[in-house]
């Protein structure tokens, strides 16, 4: 893999071909969100987004962990100002974490989260609102808000129940309890289980098939798909509709209809040959 700019110590953009490998590089702090973290990681989004070139994206950490939420001596100063400015630092902060993970879920391009260890707090919330999660053996998904007296505020809240249905993401937040893979798999909060040595491999070969497709229409499909939940079917008819027309002006639409044409008119060339013998 080679490094795609931009990168910084906590956040490593690597990538390999069409496929581009997000790194969360604090294992000291088991990857744990800091506001410098998080700044990085929208330069890195925002630099995938607007590569060409970069096709897919696959986040995983550093080390053993995934992400172990928002670092807590980021918490424990944000409680020390003044009592007066609590909630509004708190509002701005919460502002730029959404920022980031609105990103990350609308980004034009198929992502998966490579979860290699814990992912609790905002760190579950990070491998929920990519499209796909695959997790190692090692891994191990918590909605961990709850013990430190908070909701989950990285999106938990919308991602979680439109995977695994909303009594049960209630179970989940309200406990706060650690979900192995086997479990996670099978309530549907993700969707692979592979080996901790093949994990990172595994995820970058299922993001390569997905982003096979045509660019623009792979965007379109997400954008849609992603707010069906929430749109009626005659809402989804007139977005797909949008879609369709700027799909009709691709090039890749255009070259894959002459490319079938051509078929058709070789075959039928080579039919009429036969037949003329």
């Not at 998080?38 to 590569?51: E, K, Q, S, W, Y």
């Not at 660019?215 to 849609?224: C, E, F, R, T, Y």
Request: aromatic share 4%; charged share 20%.
């Amino acid at each position: 893999m080679t490094p795609a700019d931009p990168a910084s110590d906590a956040i490593l953009l690597q990538a390999d071909g069409p496929v581009a490998v997000l790194t969360l590089n604090r294992p000291a702090a088991r990857n744990a969100i800091d506001d410098a973290m998080r700044a990085d990681l929208v330069a890195a989004l925002d630099h995938v987004a607007r590569t060409d070139s970069i096709r897919a994206l696959v986040i995983t950490g550093a080390g053993k962990g995934f992400c172990a939420g928002g670092d807590v001596k980021s918490m424990q100063a944000r409680l020390a100002v003044p009592p007066g400015e609590v909630a509004l630092n708190g509002w701005r902060r919460q502002q730029r974490t959404h920022h980031a993970i609105a990103m990350l879920h609308a980004l034009p391009k198929p992502t998966i989260a490579a979860v290699n260890g814990a992912a609790t707090g905002l760190g579950c919330d990070v491998a929920l609102c990519c499209d796909f999660v695959m997790a190692s053996d090692a891994a191990s998904f918590a909605m961990t808000y709850i013990l430190r007296g908070l909701i989950p505020d990285g999106g938990g809240m919308y991602f979680l129940p439109r995977r695994v249905g909303l009594s049960r993401a209630k179970e989940l937040i309200f406990s706060g309890r650690s979900v192995a893979p086997d479990e996670a798999l099978r309530l549907g909060m993700i969707d692979r289980v592979t080996g901790a040595e093949t994990l990172l491999e595994d995820a970058c070969a299922w993001a390569a098939e997905l982003s096979r497709g045509a660019p623009a229409a792979l965007a379109l499909s997400k954008s849609i798909l992603d707010q069906t939940f929430e749109l009626s079917v005659e809402q989804v008819f007139a977005m797909g509709s949008q879609a369709q027309a700027i799909c009709y002006s691709t090039r890749e639409h255009q070259a894959s209809v002459a490319a079938f044409l051509e078929g058709v008119a070789q075959r039928r060339a080579a039919k009429q040959k036969g037949e003329g013998t």
